[in-house]
């Protein structure tokens, strides 16, 4: 099962929608796809679609996936990478009116580099991406959560 996220921002990513129901039209994707379309209005015959998912049940649905293609927020990233699960993340972009900015690029671009994920940019072939996803191994997810309550404490004592 692939699961498709696009979270909870109230602009439209139907470019990512749209990429992903021609692969599998295409016949690239034969695997039941489930969307969690926020805010994205969308009709297919090929994705189950449900606008807003609650958090158990997405958790459930993150377990049972094979795959993650998400929007590229942290939040939904992390979750997925957490788990160890292969993740394609795309970016939303100003010039769609998809995000109010491109700041969505920079965390692509460093979760790509940290070997956590692949990504789908604008000029990609979704399926080129998916043949990708077929062997990549996900590098291990490390939080650098420790690291930054521990800059910040040290910050904090010494202004005391």
Avoid: C
Avoid at 5 to 31: C, M, P, Q, W, Y
Wanted: glycine content about 6%.
């Amino acid at each position: 099962m692939i699961l498709v996220t696009l979270g909870t921002h109230e602009l439209s990513f139907a470019r990512l929608l749209n990429e992903i129901e021609r692969v599998r039209k295409a016949g690239f994707i034969h695997d039941e796809i489930i969307v969690q379309s926020g805010h994205t209005p969308f009709e297919s015959d090929f994705l189950t679609i449900k606008p807003f998912i609650k958090f158990d049940e997405m958790e459930q649905l993150v377990n049972k996936a094979d795959l993650v293609i998400t929007h590229a927020g942290v939040g939904s990233i992390v979750s997925a990478v957490k788990k160890g699960k292969k993740v394609i993340a795309a970016a939303r972009l100003k010039k769609f009116n998809e995000h109010n900015d491109n700041h969505q690029l920079e965390i692509v671009e460093e979760f790509v580099n940290s070997g956590y994920i692949l990504s789908w940019g604008e000029n990609d072939d979704l399926s080129e991406v998916l043949k990708k996803a077929a062997d990549f191994e996900p590098k291990r997810f490390v939080s650098g959560k420790k690291n930054i309550i521990n800059i910040i404490t040290h910050f904090i004592e010494e202004k005391v």
